[in-house]
């Protein structure tokens, strides 16, 4: 489990504590990675467990297309 200093406040309980936690859902075939709440882990974003946006730059760099975003 991954700590996130973060100043920001979860919407439930207003702490400032989250983590990323990995946790299979019902219906997906991946394991996805929940950003959450430590204190009452209500989840706050998903990201997915391969990180696709740096799949595609590495993909692309290999390729010698210079992606712009
Ligand atoms: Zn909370």
Redesign the pocket.
Known sequence: MKIIPSTTK??????CGFEAYNEHVIGCKLELTFIR?R????AVGVLEPELSSILIRDLAKKQGINLVF
Do not use: G
């Open positions: 979860c919407a439930k309980c207003e702490s709440c204190n009452c882990k209500t």
